[in-house]
């Protein structure tokens, strides 16, 4: 068998790269389109997750970074700086150290999920805490990227968009054809127009996020593409709103975010594929949470189960088209936020003399 080589490789002839462009890369990508029977019952339509925890860094931004941070890598700058709830921040810090550039990462402070700190601090970027949310953090690397010779990382850097939009090649590749409905947690916006993208230049289409004519330059693989479902946590939830949020709130914290950056292109994702953005609320996102990790056997973090938890919600309103083909992404690994998954749990197990006649005792064999 041979080795996935990450998704500038995989898919570089749709993705806006020349061949002697340096590839920073971790072998992102090729993550598991996983059956889901549990969900599938459910809610009466076939159900898969994308199970992007299994990038390198434990989360989807990986591929986008790839793209980034390559197109740093090519230029004269030597530091990147991004915002973040935190993965993208872990991301940035892993990819900064294969690019050999240094990392600055914006974070509201207190609301960054420990196993995502940890990964910042060991490769080793610079982190400024910020007292505010992710909308002022973002609103600070712009600034810095503006008036000094720093690159800015986030997703509205168009390259991340680029290296994202590989995991809707990977779920056509896999399913032989695009699903009926994509279902994904909405945060910051950039994923959902990243799918988008991507399902729409395998089809031979472009859309405003297309930077080249590699939709219709290269012949179609799909030959549709599916309904954008968008879920958004009940108190961070401006495009349900239809304003933004000035104080977002969610024990989600990786979709804690009031204002955007992708606001225009989610709402074309949302529209232009008649499809919908809904929100759930934090209780509906943590028993989404373990039921994904009791009943498939998946272990994301909770704004990965946003995305399932506004199914369900969405299949008990019967608004589920029954049989039809479902793709959730969730988009980060569980390991990441052990801390809020444990919060509902008995986490202290019963500890026992070292002979198999207690253990036998305490099973009550
Ligand atoms: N799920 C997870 C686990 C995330 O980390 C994010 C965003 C999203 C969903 C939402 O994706 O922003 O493209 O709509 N995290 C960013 C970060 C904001 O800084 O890591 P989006």
Request: charged content about 20%; glycine content about 10%; some cysteine.
């Amino acid at each position: 068998a041979r080795q996935w080589r990450g998704v500038v490789e995989e898919y570089r002839d749709r993705l806006p790269i020349g061949p002697d462009d340096p590839v920073v890369t971790l072998g992102e990508g090729g993550t598991p389109l996983v059956e889901a029977p549990a969900l599938t019952e459910r809610v009466g339509a076939r159900v898969w997750l994308k199970v992007e925890g299994a990038n390198p860094t434990g989360s989807f931004k990986d591929r986008g970074m790839t793209m980034a941070m390559s197109k740093v890598a090519a230029g004269d700058a030597r530091m990147v700086v991004c915002a973040s709830t935190g993965n993208t921040s872990a991301s940035a810090a892993a990819y900064a150290v294969r690019a050999g550039l240094g990392c600055v990462v914006i974070l509201p402070d207190g609301k960054i999920a420990a196993g995502k700190l940890a990964q910042a601090i060991v490769h080793g970027s610079t982190l400024v805490a910020v007292d505010g949310n992710f909308d002022d953090c973002l609103n600070i690397a712009r600034g810095l990227a503006e008036e000094y010779p720093v690159e800015l990382v986030n997703s509205v850097n168009p390259y991340r968009l680029q290296g994202q939009k590989t995991a809707a090649f990977e779920v056509v590749d896999a399913l032989g054809d695009a699903p009926d409905i994509h279902v994904l947690p909405v945060g910051n916006a950039g994923n959902i127009s990243a799918y988008w993208l991507g399902y729409n230049e395998y089809a031979g289409r472009t859309t405003a996020a297309s930077v080249d004519d590699v939709a219709t330059r290269l012949e179609p693989v799909a030959t549709r593409v599916p309904r954008m479902w968008g879920v958004q946590a009940e108190g961070a939830a401006p495009f349900v709103k239809g304003a933004a949020v000035e104080h977002p709130e969610t024990v989600a914290t990786a979709i804690r975010i009031g204002n955007p950056a992708s606001w225009s292109l989610a709402q074309a994702a949302r529209d232009d594929s008649e499809g919908r953005i809904d929100a759930v609320g934090d209780a509906q996102i943590l028993d989404a949470q373990s039921l994904i990790a009791s009943e498939v056997g998946v272990f994301v973090e909770p704004a990965s189960a946003a995305s399932v938890a506004g199914l369900l919600a969405l299949a008990e309103l019967g608004e589920v088209p029954k049989d039809a083909r479902i793709v959730c992404t969730v988009t980060g690994n569980g390991l990441k936020d052990t801390a809020t998954a444990l919060g509902r749990a008995e986490v202290a197990p019963t500890v026992v003399a070292p002979t198999l006649a207690a253990v036998v005792e305490t099973l009550g064999l």
